[in-house]
């Protein structure tokens, strides 16, 4: 490990303990240092248990080196294949699977923990297309994406049903502070229509007409801080021949006052779209014009993970830079990650340290 993270940064790993989450009272303790690289085995006060500095991040118990583990997370993260990147790294391909499950269930616990009560205005989602096991089994990925940090707030697999975008909706709706006053952008996949004012809206129980009979149904309000733009085009063939907004719920007044907060000129699904074409690039199951397929779909979503909280955390946007004050020697913009324009952090992470944050530790600053 480049620096050690100091003790207190620490939580206890047993599931049962008393103070899991009160590591910083000087519960854990260093009990000794162990292997070749004197790693530290940490032992808490509290409970008793005694638990590797590395427990539950992809180094863990690893039988390559944390270099090895490095490389092959960034190659696969950069678009190459699993039997690519056993090759470049000098292992076999069996273990660049078992590395990148690891990791990505680390990446999906980090986002899980991090991505709370983010602040947003508006948000775009999308689906993009992806095959497991051969190249006739298609199998989606929806996202959700704030287009001012360009931050994945939520990334879901499965077959393009409603219920693959409730799922979508309901889990990124439970990472906003305000989930009431946002602007929803999408394509003109109807689910999201019938679904939003379920989610984003205010319930109501709608007054019984007379004394009998059962109570009306739950309804929904929409609040005037919440809209939904709606952009259908219209295909001929494969070619896209025209381009149709259409707001489905909420006010004019409400998409123009966001419109103007992103400085578009109307309404559109730019950020998302992006996304699309990074994540095909970034993701060797999501090629496009070639034999790209993940053979089991537990590998599809540990890299569907992964791949978004590399582009969250630790790949820095030339979008999003912004003007140093002072301008440090010929350095004259500072780079950011969509978590550190969206607030989360103020560093840009290293791969190496965002895969050591141990289980249950936050990265916010
Ligand atoms: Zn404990």
């Not at 907060?261 to 699309?276: C, D, F, I, M, W």
């Amino acid at each position: 490990m480049s620096t050690e993270l100091p003790l207190e940064s620490f939580v206890c790993q047993n599931p049962t303990c008393p103070a899991q989450h009160r590591a910083q009272h000087g519960t854990i303790k260093l009990r000794r240092r162990y292997g070749p690289h004197r790693r530290r085995l940490l032992k808490c006060t509290a409970c008793g248990a005694e638990f590797s500095e590395l427990k539950g991040t992809p180094y863990w118990n690893a039988r390559c080196s944390q270099d090895t583990v490095d490389a092959v997370v960034e190659h696969v993260t950069h678009g190459n294949s699993f039997v690519t990147t056993g090759h470049l790294v000098g292992c076999h391909r069996t273990t660049v699977t078992r590395i990148v499950r690891v990791a990505g269930s680390h990446a999906r616990h980090l986002h899980d923990l991090n991505a709370r009560d983010l602040k947003v205005t508006s948000i775009q989602a999308d689906e993009r297309y992806g095959f497991v096991g051969r190249k006739k089994e298609a199998v989606w990925d929806a996202t959700v994406i704030d287009p001012s940090s360009k931050f994945l707030i939520q990334g879901e697999i499965g077959e393009r049903t409603a219920a693959l975008t409730q799922s979508l909706l309901m889990h990124a709706r439970a990472r906003l502070t305000d989930p009431h006053g946002l602007v929803l952008f999408t394509d003109g996949f109807l689910s999201y229509q019938t679904l939003f004012p379920e989610v984003f809206g205010r319930p109501y129980r709608p007054a019984r007409q007379g004394s009998r009979g059962r109570f009306p149904k739950t309804a929904y309000r929409i609040p005037r801080s919440a809209a939904h733009v709606r952009i259908i085009k219209e295909y001929s063939g494969k070619r896209v021949v025209n381009v149709r907004t259409e707001i489905a719920a909420g006010t004019q007044v409400r998409v123009n006052e966001e419109l103007q907060r992103l400085g578009y000129h109307k309404p559109n699904t730019s950020a998302v779209e992006r996304q699309n074409a990074t994540a095909r690039r970034m993701n060797p199951h999501l090629a496009r014009k070639s034999l790209a397929f993940a053979r089991l779909r537990i590998h599809r979503e540990s890299l569907a993970h992964l791949v978004q909280g590399i582009d969250n955390w630790c790949r820095v946007q030339r979008g999003l830079r912004s003007t140093l004050d002072v301008p440090k020697g010929r350095r004259l913009y500072l780079q950011r990650t969509p978590a550190m324009t969206i607030g989360l952090t103020d560093q840009v992470w290293k791969v190496r340290d965002w895969l050591s944050q141990p289980q249950g530790v936050s990265c916010r600053a």
